[in-house]
């Protein structure tokens, strides 16, 4: 019997399957290097998955026309291809910052659990099929819950694991309770058929509506959005700085697409319910992130509150259903991936240096450390939406697409929730450059992994922020995938 082979059938998952081969890679060169020698391990990973990115750009592109692949369980399109490269971006530079730390460094276990996060969290971003969406979050999230308690010596880190597989595992099975009332209401787990047959059996507005309440609950976890960001706050605080880094960008960045193309998807005819439902969250997500946020000593909470907060202002262009809202969406989640990431990672360095994380440990640092202290201004700035920079450019596209859809009172809410958390960064760089410095400080330095890492974000950060015309265009291409 002849078997016909579809080359563009593998293509459409190259990213996918590279990163199975790079986690081989690693397991493999983890068995025979020297303990000393396995600090290279984390540069591996990373120059491997800056490896795939460059082959998925050249040979997995999406095709013009979006189509079904694989039975119908992922959908090759620009929307998750756009997400992809953005999550392999993540998992590199999550990569470089945990080169240093002694605990874990050097183990090759650490590294094979974020490729196999970053694998579940492309097939989210693609996936076409319920079911292909649940294995993916599970895939996903099993590999974070043991990341975050990676340092089982550590009293915070081990509650920071127990607390998020707890939460994540009750919000994923009432996720789990919405899927099966939508495979029982439309008689297909495939979110493409699912909105003509859930319209077709002419169900009451209350079961829609429950349905949908059920599946939000499971993805505002993801996104950490009011009233499911209790984890946040904990688990942040508690993880180690790259894992909470790659936590706070690259698991709500896919969170966030599995939200829109979900919503879009498979609940056009309830679409005036759930954006109200939506605009309430996401009004409700700023404010008490932003409020939070501006009492807090330990700048890992402050920053977790913060996350939420930035949730709440890339919930309006969700609230927006257009195009433009979605773009605006994907032009955000690029911005703040790269702002985020930059923010942990000098949080990580004068972690690691000072032994905490309070703020009372940024004293006078402009003195001790003037690139990291002109980083860190950098990162704040474009998490508070300071112009040049790509932060000011993404709350200006999310706002925008309110206005655009007649949700005026919305992006004035979201300017306001801006001007507040404005004054949290600054007070952080208050410290940073008014106060002197403690009289016994220890000399901070960083290593190459975290200079190059720090450089490519902060340049990116500026870039975003500047020539951002490249990035809308992504964006924008995204977002048509979807409409």
């Known amino acids: 019997m002849a078997v016909n082979f579809d080359l563009s059938m593998f293509l459409a998952i190259l990213p996918e399957i590279l990163l199975v081969v790079l986690g081989g890679l690693v397991l493999v060169l983890d068995l025979f290097l020297s303990q000393e020698r396995k600090g290279s391990l984390g540069w591996v990973t990373a120059s491997g998955l800056f490896f795939i990115m460059a082959i998925s750009l050249v040979f997995a592109r999406p095709p013009a026309e979006p189509r079904l692949v694989w039975g119908g369980m992922l959908r090759q399109d620009s929307f998750g291809f756009v997400f992809t490269m953005l999550l392999l971006f993540g998992a590199a530079i999550s990569s470089l910052m945990s080169i240093d730390y002694e605990k874990f460094g050097k183990r090759g276990e650490f590294y094979v ?5 970053t694998l579940g969290m492309c097939f989210m971003a693609s996936a076409a099929d319920l079911i292909m969406l649940y294995l993916a979050i599970e895939t996903t999230s099993i590999p974070l819950y043991i990341l975050a308690g990676l340092l089982t010596r550590d009293d915070k880190s081990t509650e920071a694991g127990f607390k998020y597989l707890l939460f994540g595992a009750m919000t994923s099975a009432v996720m789990l309770y919405g899927f099966s009332l939508l495979y029982g209401f439309s008689g297909t787990t495939n979110m493409y058929l699912m909105a003509e047959g859930v319209s ?10 429950g349905s949908l309440m059920l599946v939000l609950i499971g993805f505002g976890f993801k996104v950490s959005a009011v009233p499911l960001h209790f984890w946040a706050p904990d688990v942040y605080e508690g993880a180690p700085t790259p894992v909470t880094a790659f936590l706070s960008t690259a698991s709500k960045a896919a969170g966030f697409a599995v939200l829109v193309r979900f ?11 759930w954006r109200a439902i939506v605009a309430a969250l996401s009004v409700a ?13 330990n700048i890992k909470r402050m920053l977790a509150y913060s996350s939420i907060a930035h949730a709440g202002y890339i919930l309006i ?8 809202g979605a773009s605006s969406v994907v032009f955000y989640l690029i911005a703040y991936l790269m702002t985020n990431l930059a923010a942990f990672g000098v949080v990580a360095v004068i972690g690691r240096v000072t032994g905490s994380d309070e703020m009372t440990a940024y004293y006078g640092l402009s003195r001790r450390a003037p ?18 920079l790509g932060g000011f450019v993404a709350k200006f596209f999310v706002f925008a697409a309110a206005v655009n859809s007649q949700m005026i009172w919305l992006a004035v809410v979201g300017v306001l929730n801006s001007i507040i958390g404005l004054y949290y ?14 009289e016994e400080v220890e000399a901070v330095s960083i290593s190459r992994s975290y200079a190059l890492a720090l450089g490519v974000l902060v340049v990116g950060i500026i870039l975003i922020g500047t020539i951002f015309g490249p990035w809308v265009s992504w964006a924008t291409a995204a977002a048509k995938a979807l409409f």
């Open 425 to 438: 960064y600054l007070t952080v760089l208050k410290y940073v450059y008014l106060y002197p410095p403690p």
């Open 285 to 297: 997500t700023m404010t008490l992130g932003n409020l939070l946020a501006l009492v807090q000593t």
């Open 317 to 324: 262009g969700v609230v927006a259903v257009t195009q433009l």
């Open 113 to 117: 659990l974020l490729l196999v996060s």
């Open 263 to 273: 919503l879009l998807v498979v609940f056009p005819a309830v679409t005036p319910e």
């Open 200 to 209: 077709a059996g002419q169900l009451s507005l209350a079961a829609v509506i």
């Open 371 to 388: 690139g990291l202290s002109l980083i860190l201004m950098v990162a704040f700035l474009s998490l508070a939406g300071m112009p040049p």
